[in-house]
């Protein structure tokens, strides 16, 4: 199994940046594929990114393409996602997730990954 632990959240003001990181132990990262979910206040948790375990791919949802950039280092067993042009709506409690790199299930549900972290808060004020 693999432990997963966000950091990098905060405050921050609408146009900064900031740059999440998700370190995980107890396996290597690169038998895992790697999400990035996020739960707002009083909705469901929603998909943001995705990378595969080789980086070839990334997926973004519509709402962050073009601000948001998820990368990987599996040296480093982490995995990272860069935030900028932040806007008030992406304030939430942001997730990393990992699903087995053989499992083919939908890169954008939550079901298709098995561990997750506890979360890291990010608020974005106006």
């Known amino acids: 199994q693999v432990q997963l632990v966000e950091s990098g959240g905060g405050l921050v003001q609408a146009g900064d940046s900031l740059r999440l990181s998700c370190a995980a132990s107890g396996s290597t990262l690169s038998s895992y594929a790697m999400g990035w979910f996020r739960q707002a206040p009083g909705k469901e948790r929603e998909f943001v990114a995705a990378?595969?375990?080789?980086?070839?791919?990334?997926y973004y949802a519509d709402s962050v393409k073009g601000r948001f950039t998820i990368s990987r280092d599996n040296a480093k067993n982490t995995v990272y996602l860069q935030m900028n042009s932040l806007k008030p709506e992406d304030t939430a409690v942001y997730y990393c997730?990992?699903?087995?790199?053989?499992?083919?299930?939908?890169?954008?549900?939550?079901?298709?990954?098995?561990?997750w972290g506890q979360g890291t808060q990010v608020t974005v004020s106006s």
């Open positions: 990378i595969s375990w080789s980086a070839i791919n990334a």
């Open positions: 997730a990992a699903r087995p790199r053989d499992n083919f299930g939908p890169y954008y549900t939550e079901r298709s990954y098995n561990f």
